[in-house]
């Protein structure tokens, strides 16, 4: 036996202040010392209690601790036998230690309201003592943890190892097998001081004792002593479903997979989640956990507790005034006219009549009710843009279910941990899709486009094919309509900054951007669209108008040729085309090849969308002459809301110089504001419409996404100016109304003198003959950087710029460029292509500047 | 006010003299060499205690900038006027109960050889600074800064890289080599500097003479707030002094490599002056140093008054008049 110890005073990020020993009874009545990490402002809201796992300590919590104790009071301790508390030969069990921790609070005389926050096996034992002490409770925080072993999941590999026929006191206790196993799940790996005070109290067998109990009390088998017990925290939960809850999850845990997670969101479903994709079990090692726990705190405080969401509460409509995504197809359910056409090298491939379209999309959205496809059910969508893709995705939303799209840009990786995070219940695809699918792991139904041979039915576990749904759904009655309240898509970011973020959609938000779409473009029942760009591919039944998808590789818009589009032109007889950029520079370079009759087809085109990304008034110009000159427009949006505003190719070319890229007025229906930069680069000002003030820009509309999936503190700061949307993009509004973008936040240069924001500039520079791409970008510590101009200059030698050029660059932005660099070609960002990635750019110049990387980018 | 300058006879130290002077004050200066000037000047070696200690008599503040500054040489000497010479005007300021001393010092003190981005003025530290210069100069910042108690504020300032029209120091030697055809750019010329304009830290000494009360006991770096590349200094240096610009550029370790051989051989042969490269100026030239002014300013009241450029077109003004 050894008592209670003070941890060593050097611990990185452990203040000595914080911790005492108290003296508490242990489960049998006998007196034992804690150490416990205890620290209070003078009149603090209430108190924080942290509960670690094995094999922790309270060492674990010393964010929070740091981030939480200017207002609450925050207790940590250490189990009996683990951390600097007292070593005791006794075994404790789930109970025991349920016991203890209620010993201890009693002993150090907490009061309401608490906040729980626990990691590990902190979990089960913190919950235990929620339900018993309901009355304090006030919000609960999970960091990785479980309160039942789910049916379908297997015992984790760690802990399975160290439970193997004997191994247990060898793996837990007499090596450090176990915590150096743990220490190593962080990401990225934990630095040596670090790691080593995790390991400070458990640097002999003896001490490691209770880190062997921990193991041996987890109840893996129905019969172990602390079975009943953990099914009692897990059964108790039930009266814990009005407390505040926030599920922290670090996704790269092989100990507690996601579904674990699933299983606490079916117990608690009032929790709040942030999954903080790339971190793993030690999730408040990994990522900014303390931060998210503060604005939780915070919001408990303030009385906040549900989710700040980026609409006022949506009104369910009266069935009279709403127009559901599939009104328009079901208008036209008699019609024999075409509905779809999918091009092919040589003329149409494929046609589908709105007759054909409409009854598949019924029949098939009964057949998924019919094979267990719920409302509100997750289904990944892993078919391409075309007729299929239509077809399932309508019925998809007819049957309630939620599509879940993400673009094959992301890549594998990206496609896996998107669709993974994502909850996906079911899936739909092609082959590959399917087969990436299983390779991915994704649990639940799937059903296939287009029909297999057996043998690869078998291989990618192919529960149904798309028209055997449909025919099982022919006999059956239409599924029953989703309200507008309920979730209509999870869509992603294009992941150019860390992982993509899910947005989720609902029925209302989808229904209101149809119908935004449609005001903005003045799209009426003539209309007939060529979709070369993925999302508005998929619109033309919703709006009711005929659609073409050309002979191209849509996720590679570059693949456009001026002939495909003139052949799916002529198909439909098309009045408008939307296209990305890139199809556009394409278009423009095969013009040559059209020959008369093509020639004369593109121009009766009335209206041309250039969408995705930025375009430059001459390549809209030159596209729009190939399409006889018709009106073009550029919108700006983004994942998250789209369209915010809208541009016609004349005021563009009227009055498209300022500082910035003039993305035009707001369209109807949806409000910008901006708010402004503080010196540190930071948008804390107060939202105005007031012209030059430069800042986030800030968007609200019927049509703005609902709210981010499963990022809880990503939503609550987008969503943090109640109704509405922060889009991270920075710009300012000028006298008559229109919007200037500027750049993304993450690029605002911070100066001592003030902020500098780098698209202006940029495109000041590249007025210049000598240059022709240029990026601005901000070198050393935020808050103390110069401005540094990086640019393609064909005709000068890479490295440092000359003086002249420096000199004209400085006189062309009108910034005191502190260096001016020339390099052969500027990284842009890997999906669009055309975005110029600042911060990959900053960094090079830093190193450049730094005079250690040579003269060559 | 009656203010002693040591080291009066530098382009800096004689810059400084002269704005006391133009402003009213009542100047003595102490050095070695004499000149021609219209304040009071003492001959006198800093190493000499008691020649230090009569200069003071019955001045009200100290300006002390009187060094040894090469980049080779002997460490007794550099020991002897940074250290030694440091000592004896605080014994003397001790002495003779002076309650200012504004300690002239160098951003060498506390620059160990990796870049300096936006730095503030660190520590100095005698066992990382890289030479004999920097670190007996940094020895001398630390004993005036823990001199400093309630009979006396002392402030250290470090004005990094001054130049103007007269230096012969950094200027002087840029363009002698230009003019032989032996300036070389080091890595491209890429790393980042900041320089300091004659006059602004001639001002920023004054300022820090008359806030000494208020930031007794620190320390801060001073420049022109601008930095530029190595490359972009010296083109502008060679066009006004109407010399060849630099065209050649050696990478880093060759030019550190030279440094070294250079070094040896110029001590082996038992030249005098300074060897055309040395493994600090190959540092010097190729690693960034450039510096966060904004305490510097607040704090001293102070802000440059002569921009880079047109600290130029005054060098060229310079220049172009001692051709004519």
């Known amino acids: 036996m050894t008592s209670a110890s003070l941890p060593p005073t050097d611990l990185p990020g452990l203040d000595p202040q914080w911790s005492r020993i108290v003296s508490a009874p242990d489960a049998e009545g006998v007196q034992r010392e804690w150490h416990v990490i205890d ?10 209690l942290c509960v670690h796992g094995n094999p922790t300590w309270s060492y674990t919590f010393r964010s929070i601790v740091a981030e939480l104790s200017d207002n609450w009071r925050v207790i940590a301790p250490d189990h009996l036998g683990m951390g600097f508390s007292e070593r005791t030969d006794e075994v404790h069990t789930l109970a025991d230690r349920i016991d203890e921790l209620g010993s201890l609070t009693d002993a150090l005389d907490i009061s309401g309201p608490v906040l729980v926050v626990a990691h590990d096996w902190g979990g089960p034992i913190s919950l235990g003592w929620a339900e018993r002490h309901r009355q304090l409770v006030a919000g609960i925080v999970l960091l990785n943890t479980a309160v039942s072993q789910p049916d379908d999941a297997n015992v984790p590999a760690l802990i399975g190892a160290a439970r193997a026929g004997g191994l247990l006191r060898t793996v837990t206790q007499r090596t450090r097998a176990f915590l150096d196993g743990t220490l190593r799940l962080a990401h990225p790996t934990l630095p ?25 009390d987890i109840p893996l088998e129905s019969d172990h002593p602390s079975r009943a017990t953990l099914d009692a925290v897990a059964e108790g939960l039930l009266a814990l479903r009005e407390t505040p809850t926030l599920l922290v999850w670090g996704p790269r845990d092989p100990v507690f997979a996601d579904r674990y997670l699933r299983d606490l969101q079916r117990r608690l479903p009032q929790a709040q989640t942030h999954r903080f994709e790339g971190a793993g079990h030690l999730v408040i090692e990994d990522a900014p956990v303390a931060a998210a726990v503060r604005r939780f ?18 009104l ?40 054909q379209l409409a009854a598949t999309v019924r029949d098939l959205s009964a057949g998924l009710t019919a094979v267990g496809v719920r409302p509100e059910d997750r289904v990944a969508l892993l078919v391409p843009p075309g007729a299929d893709l239509t077809a399932v995705l309508y019925a998809t939303w007819r049957a309630g279910a939620v599509p879940v799209i993400a673009d094959a840009g992301l890549g594998l990786p990206g496609l896996r941990r998107a669709l993974r995070g994502a909850n996906v219940q079911h899936v739909i ?30 291989a990618l576990g192919v529960d149904y094919t798309v028209v055997e749904l449909a025919q099982i759904g022919r006999q059956l009655p239409t599924s029953s309509t989703p309200l507008v309240t309920a979730e209509a898509a999870v869509l992603f970011t294009s992941g150019a900054t860390g992982p993509a973020k899910g947005v989720v959609y609902r029925h209302a938000q989808l229904e209101a951007q149809r119908d935004i779409v449609r005001d903005t473009f003045g799209i009426g029942p003539g209309d007939r669209l060529v979709a070369a760009f993925a999302p508005f591919a998929l619109f033309g039944p919703a709006l009711g108008i005929a659609s073409a998808v ?105 009055g498209g110089r300022g500082n910035g890229v003039l993305v035009g007025h707001p369209v109807t229906g949806v409000q910008v504001a901006i708010s402004p930069l503080d010196a540190s680069g930071a948008a804390t000002g107060p939202l105005t419409d007031s012209p030059d003030v430069s800042g986030e820009i800030c968007v609200r509309g019927p049509h703005i996404k609902d709210h981010y999936d499963q990022l809880w503190a990503t939503q609550r700061d987008s969503a943090r100016d109640h109704g509405w949307h922060r889009t991270g993009d920075i710009g300012h509004l000028d006298v008559d109304g229109r919007l200037w973008v500027e750049g993304r936040i993450a690029h605002v240069i911070t100066t001592p003198v003030g902020v500098v924001t780098p698209v202006g500039p940029e495109q000041r520079l590249e007025r210049l003959d000598a240059v022709h791409l240029a990026a601005v970008v901000g070198v050393g510590p935020p808050g103390r950087q110069v401005v540094v101009a990086v640019v393609e200059a064909p005709l000068q030698d890479e490295g440092v710029a000359s003086v002249e050029l420096v000199d004209s660059l400085r006189l062309a932005a009108g910034i005191d460029f502190a ?36 003269a060559s980018l | 006010m009656r203010v002693l300058v040591t080291g009066g006879t530098s382009l800096l130290g004689a810059a400084v003299a002269q704005r006391l002077s133009d402003r009213g004050d009542d100047v003595v200066t102490m050095q070695r060499g004499e000149a021609a000037a219209p304040w009071m000047q003492l001959r006198g070696d800093i190493r000499d205690a008691a020649a230090v200690s009569s200069a003071t008599e019955g001045v009200d503040a100290v300006v002390h900038l009187a060094a040894r500054v090469s980049v080779v040489g002997e460490w007794d000497e550099f020991e002897s006027v940074n250290v030694g010479g440091t000592q004896n005007v605080l014994d003397a300021v001790r002495a003779h109960g002076i309650s200012r001393l504004v300690h002239v010092s160098s951003p060498s003190v506390a620059h160990f050889g990796e870049p300096l981005v936006a730095a503030d003025a660190d520590p100095a530290d005698a066992e990382r600074a890289h030479g004999h210069y920097a670190r007996t100069k940094a020895m001398a910042e630390k004993l005036v800064l823990d001199a400093v108690d309630d009979s006396l504020s002392a402030v250290a300032v470090r004005p990094h890289l001054v130049w103007g029209p007269g230096d012969t120091q950094l200027l002087g030697r840029i363009v002698e080599r230009a003019t032989s055809g032996r300036l070389v750019l080091i890595n491209g010329g890429s790393a980042l500097i900041d320089t300091t304009y004659l006059d602004n830290a001639a001002d920023a000494l004054v300022a820090a003479l008359d806030r000494v009360d208020d930031i007794s006991g620190e320390a801060f770096v001073v420049t022109n707030g601008e930095p530029r590349t190595v490359a972009e200094l010296l083109t502008r240096i060679c066009r006004a002094a109407g010399v060849p610009e630099p065209t050649r550029s050696v990478p880093r370790s060759v030019a550190s490599g030279v440094g070294a051989v250079v070094e040896r051989a110029w001590s082996a042969t038992g030249r005098e002056g300074e060897p055309p490269m040395t493994r600090f100026l190959a540092e010097q030239l190729s690693t960034a140093h450039w510096f966060d002014q904004r305490r510097t300013q607040e704090c001293l009241q102070w802000t440059p008054a002569v921009s880079l450029a047109q600290g130029f077109e005054r060098l060229a003004a310079a220049y172009k008049r001692r051709k004519v």
């Open chain 1, 39 to 48: 620290t209070a402002p003078a009149e603090p809201i209430g108190t924080v």
């Open chain 1, 550 to 654: 050309p002979d191209m590789d849509v996720t590679k818009p570059g693949t456009l040729t001026s002939r495909a589009l003139a052949n799916a032109i002529a198909a439909i007889d098309a009045s408008l085309v939307f296209a990305a950029p890139a199809a556009l520079r394409n278009i423009v370079r095969t013009a040559s090849t059209l020959d008369p009759a093509q020639r004369a087809r593109c121009e009766r085109v009335r209206l041309l969308l250039s969408a995705g990304a930025p375009v430059s008034r001459e390549m809209l110009r030159a596209a729009s002459n190939v399409l006889g000159g018709c009106e073009a427009h550029t919108p700006y949006g983004m994942t998250e809301a789209l369209p915010v505003a809208d541009v016609t190719l004349d005021e563009l070319e009227v």
């Open chain 1, 297 to 314: 705190a915070d919001d408990l405080a303030a009385g906040r507790t549900r989710e700040l969401r980026s609409h006022p509460p949506l």
């Open chain 1, 192 to 216: 040596r001081e670090v790691a080593d005070a995790y390991r400070a109290p458990y640097r002999s067998a003896a001490r490691r004792q209770s880190i062997a109990g921990f193991v041996a």
């Open chain 1, 819 to 854: 260096a001016a660099l020339v390099v052969d070609s500027l990284p842009v960002d890997v999906r669009h292509n055309s975005k110029i990635d600042r911060l990959e750019v900053s960094a090079l110049a830093a190193k450049v500047l730094s005079g250690g990387g040579g």
């Open chain 1, 429 to 458: 695809g092609v082959a590959r899709g399917l087969s990436a699918a299983k390779g991915m792991g994704l649990p639940g139904t799937y059903i296939s486009v287009g029909g297999f041979a057996p043998g690869l039915r078998r």
């Open chain 1, 316 to 355: 369910p409509a009266t069935s009279a005034e709403r127009r559901t995504l599939w009104s328009a197809l079901e208008g036209r359910a008699g019609d024999n006219a075409v509905a779809v056409v999918e091009m092919g090298r040589r003329g149409p491939a494929r046609t589908i009549t709105w007759k």
